[in-house]
């Protein structure tokens, strides 16, 4: 996997690792298990519309707004296509995400 880029990249190692379970034929839909060790990076813009459910570790999502949302086992979230901000993984996360890339 390689979602994270060395443009992106803050600080850390993500050594992220995937497991796709479903994609549709053009590939725009994907459902899948994603495995990353601490790191953090800051996006730009998000490329689709996803919808993730935490299994293991913790996450930190800081919007441009500055508002802060930490997440953790059983937890899940959106982020929306175009969403900016740092994307903080604070504990070896596991995670199953459902992604919409237009």
């Known amino acids: ?3 994270v880029t060395a443009e992106t990249l803050r600080e850390g190692d993500p050594a992220e690792t995937e497991a796709v379970h479903l994609a549709s034929a053009d590939e ?6 994603w495995r990353a ?3 953090a990076e800051y996006i730009e813009s ?3 519309d ?4 935490v299994l293991q570790g ?3 999502l800081t919007g441009d707004d500055g508002v802060a949302h930490t997440f953790g086992p059983g937890d899940s979230f959106t982020l929306t296509k175009g969403w900016r901000g740092e994307y903080r993984v604070t504990e070896p996360l596991v995670k199953q995400f459902a992604i919409y890339v237009p």
């Open 1 to 3: 996997s390689s979602y």
């Open 28 to 33: 725009k839909f994907t459902v899948g298990s």
């Open 37 to 39: 060790e601490p790191y």
């Open 46 to 48: 998000y490329p689709g």
């Open 50 to 53: 996803e919808y993730t459910r």
């Open 58 to 60: 913790s996450i930190t």
